[in-house]
Nanobody, 122 residues
Framework: VQLQASGGGLVQAGGSLRLSCAAS????????MGWFRQVSGKEREFVAA????????YYADSVKGRFTISRGNAENTVDLQMNSLKPEDTAVYYC????????????????WGQGTQVTVSS
């Protein structure tokens, strides 16, 4: 699976952004898809994930109620809608794929896209 993330940018606090991850490969619908983020000098942090069929989602406590993950298996895409953004959401965001349901650690994910920068100004 090859992944390509897009949609990052600069936004004011309280604003919204939508990230998208396009996947190649016929087995996309077999994978749990996740989003992580990383600030320079810190470890990569779990943000959200969605089951292969889109029925189960799980989120980091820091983004619950503000971020929504969704997927389109026909389009081979997974999106992250980010609302009520805060300066502490500033990071490089990565999409990733795994066959492990419930995975929240970066070393549990097997495929990664290149990052997309999200900057939230105060």
């Amino acid at each position: 699976v090859q992944l390509q993330a897009s949609g990052g940018g600069l936004v004011q606090a309280g604003g919204s952004l939508r990230l998208s991850c396009a996947a190649s490969g016929r087995t996309f619908r077999s994978y749990v898809m996740g989003w992580f983020r990383q600030v320079s000098g810190k470890e990569r942090e779990f943000v959200a994930a969605i089951s292969w069929d889109g029925r189960v989602t799980y989120y980091a406590d820091s983004v619950k109620g503000r971020f929504t993950i969704s997927r389109g298996n026909a389009e081979n895409t997974v999106d992250l809608q980010m609302n009520s953004l805060k300066p502490e959401d500033t990071a490089v965001y990565y999409c990733a794929a795994t066959l492990r349901f419930g995975a929240t650690l970066s070393n549990e994910y097997d495929y990664w896209g290149q990052g997309t920068q999200v900057t939230v100004s105060s």
